[in-house]
């Protein structure tokens, strides 16, 4: 006997529960979703979601490398 009520047909969410977002982008550095898209999710259709996956790749090299630590303090 299967259990249908825990089966969804949804676009699953591309978190990766590192939340980290970009100040200047404000992309998260985890999922690479916009804030707003991270706060409608819930909200879009699956058409919906789907294009923002499709989109999620591209964003990658928007996003610059953070420098932090010693070596931004020093020099």
Not at 1 to 17: A, G, H, L
Not at 36 to 46: K, L, R
Request: aromatic letters at 2%; hydrophobic letters at 30%; glycine letters at 6%.
């Amino acid at each position: 006997m299967t259990d249908d009520v825990w089966k969804r047909d949804e676009v699953e969410s591309p978190c990766v529960k590192i939340c980290v977002v970009q100040p200047e982008a404000r992309i998260c550095t985890g999922c690479l979703r916009t804030i707003d898209e991270i706060g409608a999710w819930s909200q879009m259709s699956s058409d919906e979601r789907r294009a923002v996956l499709e989109e999620l790749p591209a964003r990658k090299s928007t996003l610059t490398r953070r420098r932090g630590g010693r070596r931004a303090r020093v020099g």
